[in-house]
């Protein structure tokens, strides 16, 4: 199995920073894709950024520019780093990956893991 473990929300102001990171932690995997969700208050989860194997990446469109996600390969991490952060950049923000693994019972691809999720309140 896998697990993933978020850090690094918190409360900033408008036009702020924050840095998110996401670490995959587990035995015989191997990560397809990793990226972070965000939900806020009344809305649905949305895509924020995704990074693919390969080493190519993809963003929403509001957060081009501003947000820019990274990869450390041995250490099986991802970043988000947000700046020029608004009040409706608020929510809480999730790591999710697909991924590839193997345990004692077989091996198994493409499995989705989530999060536990971080918040992020962007407020003066």
């Known amino acids: 199995q896998v697990q993933l473990v978020e850090s690094g929300g918190g409360l900033v102001q408008p036009g702020g920073s924050l840095r998110l990171s996401c670490a995959a932690s587990g035995t015989s995997f191997s990560i397809n894709s990793m990226g972070w969700y965000r939900q806020a208050p009344g809305k649905q989860r949305e895509l924020v950024a995704v990074w693919i194997s390969g080493g190519s990446t993809k963003y929403a469109e509001s957060m081009k520019g501003r947000f820019t996600i990274s990869r450390d390969n041995a250490k099986n991490t991802v970043y988000l780093q947000m700046n020029s952060l608004k009040p409706e950049d608020t929510a809480v923000y999730y790591c999710?990956?697909?991924?590839?693994?193997?345990?004692?019972?077989?091996?198994?691809?493409?499995?989705?893991?989530w999060g536990q999720g971080t918040q992020v309140t962007v407020s003066s």
């Open positions: 999710h990956g697909d991924i590839d693994y193997c345990s004692s019972y077989g091996c198994y691809e493409d499995v989705e893991y």
